[in-house]
């Protein structure tokens, strides 16, 4: 059972440049969400999902996109990346949103750095 | 809007002793969710212990426990006879609570590091 994996789980990018930072999970969880860590910001939700096909953003959405056509994926998108996206992102899921309560599973994250 | 406050940036105990940490929230709710993360240098993000804020009885798991004051808003953190592997930033966390279950979403504190030497 390998939980939840991010790829890739380092990456630098130039300012404008496009890249899409990788969920998956096998556990069946239909809630899936983002978050990004900032030193001495704690966690910040970027988008969720509650299920294939619905998504909606959360805290600090603003230049990020995301989808979710598949239970298994949640696929993370920097349309133009800027180096205030500098950050190490995580990826969380949870059995379904009510059951939340109960704790997330996180992937490892991934440290990315924009130049 | 919810809100969760840790106020200290770092702390440090030594091996053995018994350490708290802080957090305060903000909210009006009356059906909520308080955790604890835990975040060693290998950046993974594990879940300490969990309160529901219907429950008075305060969560203990193993040397961890807390002290829920839910009208002072408060929620801290203690570990008892602690250990190096203790050593991590740790994340106090809220989620809203809706009939029969959660709203889905975390809100994050600042974090506290804490550093156990030997």
């Known amino acids: 059972n390998a939980g939840v994996t991010q790829t890739p789980k380092f990456q630098v990018l130039k300012t404008g440049q496009s890249m899409t930072l990788q969920c998956a999970q096998d556990?069946?969880?239909?809630?899936m969400s983002w978050y990004r860590q900032d030193p001495g910001m704690g966690l910040r939700l970027i988008h969720y999902s509650v299920g294939a096909g619905i998504t909606d953003q959360g805290e600090v959405p603003n230049g990020y996109n995301v989808s979710r056509s598949t239970t298994e994926d949640f696929p993370l998108r920097l349309l133009s990346a800027a180096p205030s996206q500098t950050s190490v992102y995580f990826c969380?899921?949870?059995?379904?949103?009510?059951?939340?309560?109960?704790?997330?599973?996180f992937g490892s994250g991934t440290r990315l750095t924009v130049v | 809007a919810q809100t969760v406050t840790q106020s200290q940036p770092e702390m440090s105990v030594q091996e053995a002793e018994t350490v708290t940490l802080s957090c305060t929230y903000d909210t009006s709710e009356s059906n909520y969710y308080l955790f604890w993360y835990k975040q060693p240098p290998s950046r993974q993000m594990i879940l300490v212990i969990r309160q529901e804020a219907y429950k008075q009885q305060n969560a203990t798991e193993n040397r961890f426990s807390v002290n829920f004051q839910k009208a002072a808003k408060s929620f801290s953190l203690k570990i008892s006879d602690s250990q190096l592997g203790d050593t991590a930033m740790y994340f106090c966390a809220f989620m809203k609570g809706i009939y029969g279950g959660s709203q889905g979403n975390l809100i994050f504190g600042k974090g506290t590091k804490l550093s156990v030497k030997p």
């Open positions: 556990m069946n969880h239909e809630y």
């Open positions: 969380a899921s949870s059995y379904n949103r009510d059951r939340a309560n109960y704790g997330y599973t």
